[in-house]
């Protein structure tokens, strides 16, 4: 599972619902792909705002 939080005030992460958020998972999902990993299903935004990718080897 590639995952990608959001911003707590003072915490390291980026905002929620920003075109920064969904970057961010597309590089992890593209670093996971290139050691060979693929994703699987849809990319689902939890209740507290993160968003994760499913992945397989």
Known sequence: MV???TR???NQGVM???EE???ALDAKVKNAIR???RP???VVTG???RMSQA???
């Open 55 to 57: 992945m397989v080897r």
């Open 21 to 23: 958020l969904v970057a």
């Open 16 to 18: 929620e619902d920003s």
């Open 3 to 5: 995952t990608v939080g």
């Open 35 to 37: 050691l060979g990993w």
């Open 47 to 49: 209740p507290d705002g």
């Open 8 to 10: 707590i005030d003072g």
């Open 40 to 42: 699987v299903g849809d």
